[in-house]
Every structure is written in C-alpha cells, then in structure tokens.
C-alpha cells in the first residue's frame, strides 16, 4: 500500500463524483445530550465542501467522527469507499485532518514537527525534506521554519497543522475552522494552497461559521443545526432563492437572533 501518494501533487484516488465522505445513521451522546442526532451525508470527491451551523450544531463532533478521532455510538461512516471504524489505520494513511484546537508539539522546530510528521508517516527522509522545503515556503513559513513552535502566532500555528495534514499527500482533507484566528494575508495563503489542492481533484471538507468565505470557497455545502443535517448539496441548490448562503443559513436554522430587547440597558452611555 502507498501510504506516501503519488508525487508532491496530491493524487486522488477517488473516482470524480464518487462519495468522498458518506455517513449514515450517525449519532452521539454525551450524557442527555445529543450532540449528533442520527446523520446522513454524502459528501462528493473532488469538491471544496463547507459545513455550516451555528454553535453547538455538532459539526466538530461529527468531523471528529468521520476522522477516527471519537467513536460514535451508532453509525457508519465510509472515506473514500473505505470503513472508518473498520478500518481506522487505512484510511487515517487517506485523509489529513486539522483539528479544532490542533495541539503541536510545542518544544520542537516547525521543520522537526514537519520532519517528525512525515516520518510518521512512512515517508522516506529525502522526500519529507523536499515536501517539507515547499510547503514551508508556499506557506510562507520558511524564515520562521527554525523557530520552536510554542513561539509560533496563532496563524502560523493553523499553517503549520496544514502542512502537517498535507504532507502525505491526502486524498481528502478535513480543517475544522481552518481561517479561525488566522490574519487575511495568512487567510489567503491558506486559501490559495487549499484551491490548489482541490483543483488536482482533491476533496477539502472544512467547518466554518463565515458564511461569506464558504459561499466564496465552496461549491458544496451541508447545513447543521442542533446535530441534524437540515441541508446539504451543491451550493446553488442549498442557497435556493436566497440572496446569500448567510440568508439562507438564518433561514433553514431559524434563527432570528437574540435581541437584547429590554435587557442590558445598563449598557453603554450614562445610566
Ligand atoms: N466531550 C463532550 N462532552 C459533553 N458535551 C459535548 C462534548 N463535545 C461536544 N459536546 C456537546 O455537543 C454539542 C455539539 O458540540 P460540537 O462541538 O460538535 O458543536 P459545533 O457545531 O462544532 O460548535 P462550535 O461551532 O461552537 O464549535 C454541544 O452542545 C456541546 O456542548
């Protein structure tokens, strides 16, 4: 098996309009409360996938799910054809993953954690140097590239999971709130190399809550509120007649806000 991929373009083996990601019949509780209440999903390969909902929706807890990281009380979930509870080291070699609060090893280099990482990953060491060398450098975190990681910003943190989740060449990519904390010039690196990846046929599956950058990045989405999915396909379709995707967003959560209404009005100006 070629847990490496191909080349330092990403090599997708999933088929074009085969399901990436498919889920069915997924649930999760902690205590009374139902975190993901009986999801399914089919998320096609090839796509910049955005999950959308409000929070609490239970978007992180079914990406940790879909990733082998929680075990869901029942369920399947299928990654690139391949069973995610079955088979949990086969498609972990698949997928690259950036978790919400991704903790690094803080005492090394961001080059050694990149080293490390490939390493890991069976990579042989001359071409985790060479994917190392333009990652760091795509991203523009060569000058840095020395530096130990618990000096690192918030931003060159999330680039620097990034690379670490790309560097074995995924075939699907799964960013928990991958521009969360991070600057628009870093926004737009990580941005820049995510489309690049997708256009190599690659899938990116990413939660957020900025509706503007989902509408801008993804051209499918799957809606999320109290741990159902109440919308999912291509973006167009989810948008329906909305004039945007944070319209139609408020729409399908029902969401009306919370006015302050006659509270806090000790706030703000003389009492
Ligand atoms: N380990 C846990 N123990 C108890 N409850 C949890 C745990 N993880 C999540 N929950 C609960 O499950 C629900 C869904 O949480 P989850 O983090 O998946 O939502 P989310 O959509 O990712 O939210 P956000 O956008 O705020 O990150 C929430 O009500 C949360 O409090």
Redesign the pocket.
Known sequence: MDTAGGGSAAAPATPPGAAAVRVRGLWKR??E?I??HGVDLDLPAGRFVGLV??????????LSMITGLLRPDEGTVEVVGRDVWRDPADVKSRIGVLP?GLRLFERLSGRELLTFMGRLRGLPVAEVERRADELLDVLDLSAAQHKLVIDYSTGMRKKTGLATALLHNPEVLFLD?PFEGVDPVSAQTIRGVLERYTASGATVVF?S?VMELVESLCDWVAV?AA?RVRAHGPLAEVRGGAESLQEAFLRLVGAQGNPAGPRLEWLGGTA
């Open positions: 902690f205590g409360q975190a993901v909902g409000p929070n609490g929706a239970g978007k992180t807890t079914t919400e709130e939660s809550h999320m741990g």
